[in-house]
């Protein structure tokens, strides 16, 4: 597969305008992929939010294998951060949101209190790749669209500020990804469930990809779902030709729709037909640490 190098100019804006906005924010929830937690984590956020308590959302966790977030809870709070885990979608987790804050900020608002402030503004920027679902998110906090939402990363172009009550402000932020993929295989983990744009990729190549990770990690799903069992050393683009025979997408002369295929296994894959999964997980050592 070729390099991917995913940095559109509006990626270079929201870094300088998250540089502009933090300082005006009380906290930053940072929204993560519970499927893969540490490729949809955007290094550059830790310098860019640093010393703003933190708060780590495990979003996606309807698409995920369950006992693998409960590791990844563990991984992060050990990190130090507050954590939550959220199917934004459905809304699942979300009313933990608010209370999670106001622990977070528990020392600001005693302050506050003090003061007489009891009811001040507290504001949180919200940031992530794009697609993760910081808006479903945001709205499902806020009880009503307030944001645009739309399964196609890119869509929230602008910083928003959106007022969810209680004396709570969430901004809406572009999704931002790091300037250049260095690590090949993060970047594949983020094509699968669909972060980086289809039109920016060889879809073919892709599913290819994704056949040889299912075929090694999760072959049962394949035998479930598509009723082929993965070959020993059978490669992406043989057992994506078996899947595409066997459901009956075929061209003149016989030969297999490859691209129909192709286009079928990404879009079952991410829509949950083929199941839950995650594709990291926190070091075996540290596993080992959290199931104690
Ligand atoms: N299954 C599932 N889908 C989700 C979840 N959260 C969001 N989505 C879907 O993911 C898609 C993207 O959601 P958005 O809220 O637009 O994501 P975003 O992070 O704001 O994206 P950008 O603004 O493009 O950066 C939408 O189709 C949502 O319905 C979730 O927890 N589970
Ligand atoms: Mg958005």
């Not at 519970?34 to 996606?60: E, M, Q, Y």
């Not at 998110?137 to 739309?150: P, T, Y």
């Not at 990729?201 to 993965?230: G, I, N, Q, T």
Request: hydrophobic letters at 40%; proline letters at 4%.
């Amino acid at each position: 597969m070729q390099d991917l190098h995913y940095f559109p100019g509006h990626m270079k804006k929201t870094q300088r305008a998250i540089e502009e906005v933090i300082k005006k924010v009380d906290a930053v929830c940072e929204i993560l992929d519970a499927r893969i937690p540490l490729s949809s984590r955007n290094p550059d956020i830790d310098a860019l939010t640093a010393g703003k308590p933190r708060l780590i959302v495990l979003n996606h966790t309807d698409q995920a294998d369950s006992a693998k977030t409960k590791l990844w809870s563990a991984y992060f709070r050990c990190c130090g951060y507050a954590v939550m885990e959220t199917a934004a979608k459905s809304g699942a987790g979300v009313k933990e949101f608010v209370p999670a804050v106001r622990a977070l900020l528990s020392e600001k608002l005693q302050r506050y209190a003090e003061k007489g402030q009891a009811g001040r503004t507290i504001r949180v920027m919200v940031v992530g790749i794009p697609n993760v679902g910081k808006s479903t998110f945001i709205n499902r906090v806020a009880g009503k669209i307030r944001a645009k939402a739309e399964n196609r990363p890119g869509v929230t172009r602008s910083n928003q500020w959106v007022n969810v009550g209680g004396s709570l402000e969430l901004l809406d932020t572009p999704g931002i990804l790091w300037p250049k993929f260095e690590d090949q295989a993060a970047a594949l983990r983020l094509a699968f469930i669909g972060a980086i744009r289809d039109e920016v990729m060889d879809l073919e190549e892709l599913a290819c990809a994704l056949m040889e990770f299912l075929a090694r990690d999760y072959p049962a799903c394949l035998l479930e779902r598509y009723k082929v069992s993965p070959e020993t050393g059978e490669s992406g683009y043989d057992l994506l030709c078996r899947t595409g025979r066997k459901r009956g997408f075929l061209i003149s002369g016989g030969e297999v729709d490859t691209e129909r295929m192709a286009k079928v296994l990404m879009d079952e894959f991410r829509s949950g037909k083929l199941g839950r999964f995650t594709l990291e997980q926190p070091e075996a050592v540290q596993e080992q640490r959290y199931e104690e």
